[in-house]
């Protein structure tokens, strides 16, 4: 399953597996089970290859939590 990850209170957790390129665009791969899901790619990514990930999108933008559970880095 092939999702873009645009919906307002969209919800993503998994492990980000590395980055690819759509066009000219870079996007991030985010794998869960025999899913993955592509979301915008930031540079910090690439620190947290092979880590979980977890994303809350709202009207206001995206939240990250990087790394395994809650208390790791965040980004928005």
Not at 4 to 30: M, N, P, T
Not at 36 to 42: A, D, E, N
Not at 43 to 61: I, K, M, S
């Amino acid at each position: 399953m092939l999702a873009f990850a645009e919906h307002d209170g969209k919800h993503s957790i998994g492990r980000y597996a590395r980055s690819v390129l759509v066009g000219d665009k870079r996007f991030g791969v985010i794998e869960k089970s025999h899913e993955f899901t592509l979301v915008p790619w930031r540079p910090v990514f690439e620190r947290h290859a092979g880590r979980y990930v977890e994303r809350l999108q709202r009207g206001d933008g995206i939240s990250w939590t990087l790394g395994r559970g809650r208390s790791g880095p965040s980004i928005s």
